[in-house]
């Protein structure tokens, strides 16, 4: 039988020993790091895990609203403090079309918004339709943007939800900070683990609030007609916004101030754009699901504000210093009175009032990673943000929104009035480019009525481009110039993070006349050494396998008696038969003098090639970079901008005594002979012991009886095309938890489905392959990755 190739002469096999199964996995002890993560977190999701859930619209409008939704719960109240402190009462009259207006621009947003979600199904927002038809340069205004809204909106549904809890029980007034602040950290771990954004659960704070201020609205409008609803007198609240005693709506001042209080009562309409956001999430069609659910979502939005807005105005309810008690808990406590039954109506509508804010303070933990995934991914952010996690979750973008989400919380002393200086710039200029974004797009295919829909969104472009110059302007000593300076400055630095990974990706870029058209005649390694110690013993074993024209040992000597030292050392190590090669370093630049030493290699001949090998021994992240300098990977980077040479840097754990000795033991036992070919004798003797388990109708791959039929089932490890005895064939490694089995398909580069991940059930002949278990040309049945049901 030759060997790499399946047995077919049963006297061969007789006279060879038995084929074991394919290791599944190495007993390595793990981090101390890596067992507190699997501590907090749970075990690692796998990427199989993975799962897309798909929404029904009565589902997504209850997970992807909740943002939109709960910004009725201060939108009013935030018209009223800018209000109430220039024109006293009358801010009461001027409430109702301060609402009025702002409800036309919702109007506008939602018809545009209609347009991005049924033209950009896979992934909507303003930054796709910025990137699509501006493209990526002016998209990363759109990418910014939001990127801010996500961090706001944790900042101001966090504090909001904390204000609804203060209003239900004053006496945590005092404690509103680190209310806030930790449920922020709750989030925070709660999507690390891996939550989802889905379900009845993430769906019930935004129907449950719905039908409580349904409740609120109806139940008021009833008593005023019938003439029982009560009033407040904001002259005599302790600790409310101080009342003014009004003021002419013609002056420069009265007319600045509108426009302030309208650009606060725009904060009503964030989270309006988590629909497209989230398009890609609806049943199919899933334009057409994602229009009617931002229909409903926007119709609901008007109906809270406006009715918020009508009975603040009729209640006369006032917005407090302190942020509680908010109006819309004044307006709830005014509707029901202060009855038992009416005190317990209050308390739920305060609990409604504060899950649904907690829930939309959560939406950015899914919304801010997955978009800073979609920017790295166009090389404007730090590739790291694409990475998943633990648990499946882009940890990094979380961590990212959590630290800077909670610097503006603390900031801000978690004021909503103070946060919502931040908002609104974000948020509409998002507006703004998604309205002139789709006027571009109508504009360039022409397609059915398409005059009017540009008409349309260079109207709702033009509106929101307005709104964030008013927002601007009339809020910018109270925190809007933070974002004014930061806007621009993020946009900059992504455009230069863009340039960067272009530059080094051209400068990375393969070229023909790049690759050497012939291999070099000699290979001369270079191992530098400044000890005698394992991590150089293994660097030279490792230079040995490379099977060089010639290995030098090299050390610089830049210290005289340490050289003696290390000489006499060298010579005394009975193993070591290379010689020690002192070369002198009197100006002590360690990288110069590589650079010296591999000129003088490469220019011994015309074809040489030097591989210059540093040992490096690591002591722990922290305690490394303390106690020990980085004089390998400065020579590293010297070395390696000379052509013909390749520098390699040979890690050394010196912190893992315990898995080295174990290490060193197998190494011993396989220099003497003792070991088993496969390194694995002792797994399989244990695994032997122990009672395995398979599908009913299979047997555990490590018991498949060799030379005979069998049925075995487990996932795809590898995947590899290989050629055998000169054709081409597709060798796959099929594993369980006993152990593995080649999978040989002849004549084959490719199967659908079989890939690294899949869950096959096959069934054939076992024989032999390298000395482990193999089957050629199994009949082969694909399995859904959860392993339930077989595929048909």
Known sequence: METGTLETDARTVTEAPAPQALRVGVDLPEKLSYRAKRALLGPPLTTDQLAHERLSKKLALGVLASDCISSSAYGSEEILLVLLPVFGIAAYALLLPMTLVVLAV?????????????????????????????????????????????????????????AAVTSAVPALASWSLWITVGVVLVLFYGNLRGIREAGRAFAFPTYFFLASMTVVIVTGVVRELLGDLPHYDPMTSPGAFPVGHGSSLLTFGAIFILMKSFANGGSSLTGLEAISNGVST???????????????MSSVLAFLVAGVSWLAHETHAVPYESGSPTVISQVAKAVFGDGAVGHVLFLLVQTATMLILYTGANTPFNGFPFLANFVAGDGFLPRWLTKRGHRLAFSNGIIVLTVVSLALIIGTGAHVDKLVAFYAIGVFTGFTLAGFGMARHYQTYRQGRWRAKVGLNLVTGAVSALVVVIFAVTKFTEGAWLVVLVFPVMVVVLLRLHRTYQREAALLRASPSAVPAARAARNVVLVLVDSVDLAVIRAIRYARTLRPSEIRVVHFVIDSAHAEVLQREWDAQPGLDLPLELVDCPDRRLPRAALELVDRVLSSGESTQATVLLPRRSYGALLGRLLHDRTADDIAAAVSQVAGV????????????PWRRVQHEAEAALASGTGDRNGAGSRREGAAVATMTAPEGCVPIAQAPHRRTAVLQGRIRSCEVSPISGSPALRCELVDDSGG??????????????????????????????????????IYRLLPRDGAVPAT
């Open 106 to 162: 919702l109007l506008l947003v939602t018809l545009t918004y209609r347009q991005v979600v049924t033209t950009y199904t896979k992934a909507g927002g303003s930054y796709v339709v910025a990137r699509e038809n501006f493209g990526p340069l002016v998209a990363q205004v759109g990418a910014v943007a939001l990127m801010l809204d996500y961090i706001v909106t944790v900042a101001v549904q966090a504090a909001a939800g904390t």
């Open 741 to 778: 089995v080649t999978l040989l398909f002849y004549g084959r580069r490719a199967i659908p489905g079989i890939e690294p991940g899949a869950n096959v059930r096959v069934e054939g002949r076992v024989g032999d392959y390298r000395g482990h278990l193999a089957m050629a040309n199994p």
């Open 646 to 657: 390749a520098a390699t840097i040979v890690p050394f754990d010196a912190s893992r005594a």
């Open 282 to 296: 609806f049943h199919t069609p899933q334009g057409l699901n994602a229009r009617k659910t931002l229909v409903v």
